[in-house]
C-alpha cells in the first residue's frame, strides 16, 4: 500500500508539473539602460480581481521567473521599484515578458500640463463638472516624478467632489483620492508622474441657478484650456477663446498657452446635456482639423490631443465606472487599485449603488465604441504597435468581463 502511495504521488506530481507553464522575464532600467536587480516582482491572476499568484525579485541580470498553473487566464506582472509599480500583461500563452522601470526623483525637468479640460454639463438642480489634466512626461534621461503633490488643483469654493480618477501611461483607470489642501477647493494629488502621459480626471457639481462665472486658477501653466459644453448652453467670455463644433453639435472652446495669475474669465448659461456616449459622434467627418469645426486651412490646434477630448474623457468614465460595479464592496482596496489607495467617497458609492441594470448595455456600447476608435487611431498612425497593444489588451479584457457580466 506505501508503494502504491508513492507512485500515485509521483503521478500527480508529474501531471501537475506538466500543466504548469514557466513565464520568464527580465526588469530594465530604462533610465540606466541596464538590468534593474533586486526589485520586487508580482505575478498577479486576472479574474473577478486581482490575485497575488506568485511573488520574488529580479536577480542581477534583472531575471525572473514564475510558475503559471492556469495557462488559459489573463496574468500581469507588477514590477516595484524605488516605491513606483510599473506594470506589463502577461495574456494567455506568453512565456516571457519585458518590464521597463524608471529611476524616481522629486524634481524631474520636462514634466508639463498639456491639456485642462472642463466638460459641463447641468444634472437634476446643479452644474456637474468633469475636469481633466492632462500631464506629459518627456524627462531625458527619462524618470518618474513623485512628490506628494504631483498635481494641484483649484476646483470653485462650492465645489461637491464626487469622485475621481488617474490613468498612468498606458494604464486602465484607478480611482484616487484627492487630498484638501487646507483652503476650500484647493486639492493634491499623489501620484507617480511616469514618463508618457498621465491623465488626472475629478468629478464636481456646483450649485447652478441657470448661469455661473468661473475664473480657473492654475498651479502651471498649461498648453491648452478647454470647456465642453452642451449645444443647448451658451459660452460668453472676454478673453480670446477659439470655438469649434463636433459632430454631435456640442461646443469646444479652446484658450492656448495659459500661465498661472493670466487664465482668462468666463460665464456659462442656460441647460442641457450631453449626447449618450453610445450614439454622439457617429457620423464620421474628414474635414481638416479631424471634424473640429469648420472647414479650414489653418492647423487644428487641439491634433495632438483629441485623444483627450473625444477618446480619452469617455474610456476614463465608463471603464472606471465598470470597475467600480464589478469590483467586491468588501474587498480592500488595494486589490482594485494599481498605484494608489482607493478611498471612496460616499456620495460616488450611492450613485454606483443605485445604478440600473440597463447600464450594462450602455457600457458595451461604449466599450465597442473604443475599440473602432482604437482601430481607427492605429490605421492612421497615430498609435505605436506598443501603445495599441496595451490598449486593446485593456479594453478587450474589460469588454470581455462586461459581456459575462449577468444584469
Known amino acids: 500500500m506505501t508503494r ?17 507553464e514557466t513565464l520568464t522575464g527580465t526588469v530594465r ?3 540606466t539602460g541596464k538590468p534593474s536587480a533586486g526589485d520586487e516582482v508580482v505575478l498577479l491572476k486576472l479574474l473577478q480581481g486581482m490575485d497575488e499568484a506568485g511573488r520574488t525579485k529580479s536577480d542581477a541580470a534583472g531575471r525572473f521567473s514564475f510558475e503559471i498553473t492556469d ?13 513606483v509599480n510599473y506594470h506589463r500583461p502577461a495574456p494567455p500563452g506568453a512565456t516571457s515578458v519585458e518590464v521597463e522601470v524608471y529611476d524616481v526623483a522629486q524634481k524631474v525637468d520636462g514634466v508639463k500640463t498639456v491639456v485642462n479640460i472642463l466638460r459641463m454639463e447641468t444634472v437634476d438642480s446643479g452644474l456637474e463638472v468633469v475636469e481633466v489634466y492632462g500631464l506629459r512626461n518627456d524627462s ?7 512628490t506628494d503633490r504631483t498635481l494641484e488643483v483649484v476646483l470653485p469654493a462650492a465645489a461637491d467632489v464626487r469622485e475621481a480618477m488617474v490613468a498612468g501611461p498606458g494604464g486602465m483607470p484607478v480611482n484616487a483620492s484627492p487630498v484638501p489642501q487646507g483652503q476650500p477647493g484647493h486639492y493634491s494629488f499623489r501620484f507617480p508622474i511616469r514618463p508618457g ?42 478673453a480670446p477663446f477659439q470655438e469649434m463644433t463636433e459632430n454631435d453639435g456640442s461646443t469646444v472652446h479652446v484658450s492656448t498657452t495659459v500661465e498661472p ?24 467627418d474628414n474635414r481638416p482639423g479631424g471634424g473640429l469645426g469648420p472647414p479650414s486651412e489653418s492647423p487644428d490646434p487641439l491634433a495632438a490631443y483629441r485623444w483627450y477630448i473625444l477618446g480619452g474623457l469617455g474610456l476614463a468614465m465608463v471603464v472606471g465606472a465598470f470597475y467600480l460595479m464589478q469590483r467586491p464592496s468588501a474587498a480592500p482596496a488595494s486589490s482594485a487599485a494599481l498605484d494608489i489607495q482607493v478611498a471612496q467617497r460616499p456620495s460616488a458609492t450611492a450613485s454606483v449603488a443605485s445604478a440600473p441594470t440597463d447600464r450594462r448595455q450602455l457600457l ?32 478587450d479584457r474589460a469588454l470581455t468581463r462586461a459581456l459575462g457580466k449577468k444584469p
Not at 71 to 83: F, M, P
Request: no cysteine.
Open 29 to 31: 532600467n530604462a533610465t
Open 4 to 20: 502504491i502511495l508513492k507512485i500515485a504521488a509521483v503521478i500527480l506530481m508529474l501531471a501537475l508539473g506538466a500543466s504548469a
Open 261 to 284: 495669475g493670466k487664465e482668462p474669465a468666463f460665464r456659462v448659461s442656460g441647460a442641457g446635456t450631453f449626447e449618450p456616449e453610445a450614439t454622439a459622434g457617429a457620423q464620421t
Open 140 to 146: 531625458k534621461p527619462p524618470r518618474t516624478w513623485m
Open 71 to 83: 495557462a488559459s487566464a489573463q496574468h500581469l506582472i507588477r514590477v516595484n521599484h524605488q516605491d
Open 364 to 395: 458595451l456600447d461604449a466599450l465597442k465604441d473604443e475599440l473602432f476608435a482604437l482601430e481607427t487611431e492605429r490605421l492612421e498612425g497615430r498609435l505605436s504597435q506598443e501603445e495599441y497593444a496595451q490598449a486593446k489588451s485593456g479594453l
Open 197 to 238: 502621459e498621465t491623465r488626472f480626471q475629478i468629478t464636481y457639481r456646483l450649485p447652478y441657478s441657470g448661469e455661473a462665472s468661473f475664473q480657473p486658477r492654475l498651479k502651471n501653466s498649461v498648453e491648452h484650456l478647454v470647456v465642453m459644453l452642451p449645444r443647448t448652453m451658451q459660452f460668453t467670455s472676454s
